[in-house]
C-alpha cells in the first residue's frame, strides 16, 4: 500500500487535513476520469463542515492509475497492487480516515449545492440516527432512489425510482431499511462496532444493505435524507465487462447469503439480536525488549483452512509473549482480520498487520513464518529463526526453484499438516537437490463441538469452500450421488456448508451445484455461523468428502485434499465420515474403526445406505470413536507442537 501526500494548493478553508469533521472515502477500480470528476464536485460543493479527502484505487491497470496520479489536488491517494474489492477497499480507506464521521461514496457520483450538511444535521436532528443517505437522481434528473426498503425475500425496493424527484412524497425525511452505499454517512465509530463491510459479499452487492441492518442491530435507524441531493451514475464501475470481475452472478448469490443472515428481520421487521461488543485487534505499544515474530501468506484471507491455520499461528505466538506482526503482499483492514478471529473463536489482541515491503523495512524478527505452496518458500526469510509452512508442494518451475534456491538456507525447518505433505515435499528436495532441513507435522487445530446428543441424526453434511478446479471439493459428485442415493429410497436430506469465492469461474461452479441439485432435499448454507453449523452436525449422522475423487495419485498428487479439517471436525461431532480414499482424509480415517474410505460413487452410496438405515445404537462405538480421533487434532496439541518448536534454541543439525 502507498498513500501519496495531500497537495493542498488547490484547498479550499474547509478541507482540513489534520482535524476534519467527516472522511470522505472513494474507491477508483479504472475509472480515473469518473473519480476525477466527483472529485471536482465535491470542492466546488462541500461547505459548512471541515472535511479531507481519501481516494483508494483498488488495484487499477497502471495506465488508469498514472491517470488519477496526475491529478493533483486536496485529497489523499492510496494506491493498492491488488483488486481488494469494494468492502475491503473501502474498510482499508476508512482506517485511514480521521474524522469523527465517514462518508462512503462511488466515484461515480457527482454531489450538489449543499449537498453534506443535512446529511450532518440528521445526526444532530436525529439522537437514533445510525445512517443516513442523500436522495440519487440519474443523470437525465429522473428519480434513482429516495431511500430504500426490503421484502421478505431480500429484494431491494428503490423508492421512486424513474420518478419525478420534485413530487412532495420524495421530499420527506423517513426511516428507511437501507441507503445506498453508493453515498452514505455515519460515525466512525459506529462503523468500527459493526466491524464495517462484511466480507462474505466479496466481491460487491449487499454489503451497503448489510451495514445498514448491522446498524439497527445497535438500536440505531438509517434515514433518507432528502435536502442533500446527488447525482450517480449507477453501476458505471461493476457494469464494464472490461474489469474482468463478470458480476452478472453475483447479486443473486449475494440475496441468498443476505436472506440466510437476514430472514427473522425480514419476516418481523424487528432484531431479534443485538451485535456482541468487539475490541479491534489493533497492535500494541510493547517494551522495546519484548520478541517479535510475523506470520506472512501470500494469499487472500478468510475464514477457510490456510486463514485458519496461519491466524491460529499468530495466536499462539502471542500467547508465548512475542508483539506479532501479520505480513501480506498487499494490505488487509483490521475490522475483516477482527471478523476473522471472532468467526474463528481466536484471540489476535494486539496483532499488527502490515506489507511485506514494510515488514522488510523492520529489524529482523525473532520468529518468522512464511506460507506457501511449493518446495521453496514464497520470500526471503526475515527473521533470526525461520519456519517455511508449506501447505503442499505444488507443481513449480525450475526457473523459479532456482530463483529461490538460496532462500532456503535461511529457513530452519518445514512445518507441514501431515505425513501426506511429508513425504511430497521429502520427494521434491531429493528431485531438486534443495537443503535437507527438518520437517515437523504440525496438524491443524480442529473445534472440539458439544453437540445434543438428543437430536435425531438423519442427515448428510459435507463442508468446503465452492470452488473449481485443483482444489475443488466435488460437491457436484455428491450431489449426484445424493439423487441416486435419494431416489432408490433412502429419504435423507444433503447440507452443503461452505463459503463462495469472488472469481467469476469459482461463482459459475456454485450455481451449477444448485442447478444439479433441483428437486432434490439438499440444502446450500453459504458462510454459516458457528451455531449453525454446529446444528447441522447434531443433525447429520454422515460426512461426505468428496476432495480429491478420481485424482490420479500417482501423477496429480497435488489435487488430494492435504489435510482434512472438516471431517475431523465432524468426527469430534460424532459424525461418521465417509472419506476419499487418498490425501490427508484417508490418514485421519481408520478405515472400519472410525469411520470409511470409498474409492467409487458406488461404495460412496452403499455404505452411505448402510449407515443411514442401521439402527443408532449399532453407530454409537464409531461415533464414539471418531470423537477420539478427531482429539488427536486439538487447539491444545497444535499449541504445544508450537510451542515445542520454539523452545529449540538451535537450528536442527
Request: hydrophobic content about 40%; proline content about 5%; glycine content about 8%.
Given at each position: 500500500?502507498?498513500i ?75 494506491r ?15 482506517e ?78 423517513r ?46 435507524k ?63 505499544t ?31 505466538l ?5 508483539q ?39 529489524p ?37 526453484i ?6 532456503m ?79 432408490g ?108 474410505s ?56
Open positions: 500500500m502507498q501519496r501526500p495531500v497537495n493542498l494548493a488547490s484547498a479550499s478553508r474547509w478541507y482540513s487535513e489534520d482535524f476534519p469533521k467527516v472522511s470522505i472515502v472513494i474507491l477508483n477500480f479504472n475509472k480515473a476520469h469518473l473519480t476525477v470528476e466527483c472529485l471536482q464536485s465535491i470542492w466546488k460543493h462541500t461547505r459548512g463542515y471541515s472535511y479531507e479527502v481519501i481516494v483508494v484505487d483498488n488495484g487499477s491497470q497502471p495506465v488508469d492509475f498514472q491517470v488519477l496520479s496526475a491529478f493533483e489536488g486536496a485529497y489523499k491517494l492510496v493498492l497492487e491488488l483488486n481488494r474489492f469494494f468492502g475491503e477497499g473501502s474498510n482499508i480507506g476508512a485511514l480516515a480521521k474524522g469523527e464521521f465517514l462518508l462512503f461514496m462511488n466515484n461515480d457520483v457527482v454531489v450538489t449545492p449543499n449537498w453534506l450538511p443535512p446529511l450532518l444535521e440528521a445526526f444532530r436532528d436525529h439522537p437514533d440516527c445510525g445512517a443516513a443517505g442523500p436522495k440519487f437522481v440519474y443523470p437525465d434528473g429522473l428519480l434513482q432512489e429516495a431511500g430504500a426498503l426490503l421484502d421478505e425475500e431480500g429484494g431491494s425496493v428503490q423508492i421512486g425510482k424513474f420518478q419525478d424527484p420534485e413530487l412532495p412524497r420524495f421530499n420527506r425525511g426511516v428507511v431499511d437501507y441507503v445506498s452505499g453508493a453515498t452514505v454517512l455515519l460515525r466512525k465509530k459506529t462503523f468500527e462496532q459493526v466491524l464495517g463491510f462484511d466480507l462474505i459479499y466479496e466481491p460487491a452487492y449487499y454489503e451497503d444493505v448489510d451495514l445498514c441492518l448491522k446498524v439497527g442491530q445497535l438500536g440505531l438509517t434515514y433518507y435524507v432528502p435536502e442533500s441531493c446527488v447525482v450517480h451514475h449507477e453501476n458505471a464501475t461493476t457494469s464494464d465487462p472490461e474489469h474482468g470481475l463478470h458480476l452478472h452472478n453475483i447479486i443473486e448469490i449475494n440475496r441468498k447469503k443476505f436472506v440466510q443472515r437476514w430472514g427473522d428481520y425480514l419476516k418481523t421487521g424487528r432484531h431479534h439480536d443485538s451485535i456482541p461488543a468487539t475490541t479491534l485487534i489493533n497492535e500494541e510493547l517494551p522495546a525488549e519484548k520478541p517479535a515474530a510475523a506470520v506472512f501468506t501470500p494469499y487472500n484471507i478468510t475464514q477457510g483452512e490456510g486463514g485458519k491455520y496461519l491466524l491460529a499461528t499468530a495466536e499462539v502471542l500467547q508465548s509473549g512475542y506479532v506482526w501479520l505480513v501480506t503482499p498487499e494490505k488487509f483492514s483490521v475490522l475483516r482480520i477482527t471478523k476473522i478471529a471472532g468467526i474463528l473463536g481466536l484471540n489476535l489482541h494486539g496483532l499488527g498487520i502490515t506489507t511485506l515491503k514494510m515488514a522488510e523495512l523492520m529482523r524478527f525473532d520468529i518468522f513464518v512464511a506460507m506457501g505452496s511449493e518446495v521453496v518458500a514464497p520470500v526471503k526469510a526475515l527473521g533470526k529463526r525461520n519456519f517455511y509452512h508449506c501447505q503442499y508442494p505444488l507443481p513449480c518451475t525450475q526457473d523459479e532456482n530463483r529461490r534456491r538460496s532462500w538456507t535461511e529457513y530452519e525447518a518445514f512445518i507441514v499438516y501431515s505425513d501426506f505433505v511429508k513425504n511430497h515435499v521429502i520427494e521434491q528436495l531429493v528431485r531438486y537437490g534443495l537443503p535437507d532441513l527438518a520437517i515437523h507435522i504440525v496438524p491443524p487445530p480442529v473445534d472440539r463441538l458439544t453437540v445434543d446428543s438428543s437430536t435425531s441424526r438423519t442427515g448428510i453434511i459435507s463442508v468446503g469452500r465452492f470452488v473449481t478446479g485443483d482444489h475443488c471439493n466435488r460437491q457436484d459428485l455428491l450431489i449426484r450421488a445424493f439423487r441416486r442415493l435419494y431416489e429410497g433412502v429419504k435423507s436430506e444433503l447440507h452443503l456448508v461452505g463459503s463462495t469465492h469472488p472469481e467469476p469461474r469459482h461463482r459459475e461452479y456454485f450455481v451449477e451445484c444448485q442447478r444439479l441439485s433441483q428437486g432434490l432435499p439438499v440444502h446450500f448454507h453459504v458462510d454459516a455461523s458457528p451455531n449453525t453449523l454446529t446444528r447441522l452436525y447434531a443433525s447429520s449422522s454422515v460426512y461426505w468428502h468428496g476432495a480429491g475423487f478420481g485424482v490420479n495419485t500417482t501423477l496429480e498428487p497435488e489435487k488430494c485434499e492435504y489435510f482434512g479439517n472438516s471431517v475431523a471436525e465432524a468426527m469430534s461431532a460424532g459424525v461418521i465420515p465417509l472419506v476419499v480414499n487418498n490425501g490427508g482424509p484417508a490418514i485421519i480415517v481408520q478405515d472400519s474403526w472410525n469411520g470409511y470409498y474409492d467409487t460413487e458406488d461404495r460412496l452410496i452403499e455404505l452411505t445406505r448402510e449407515i443411514l438405515l442401521q439402527p443408532e445404537q449399532g453407530l454409537s462405538e464409531m461415533r464414539e470413536r471418531a470423537r477420539i480421533r478427531a482429539g488427536d487434532f486439538s487447539k491444545e496439541s497444535f499449541a504445544s507442537c508450537w510451542q515445542t518448536l520454539l523452545q529449540c534454541h538451535s537450528k536442527p543439525e
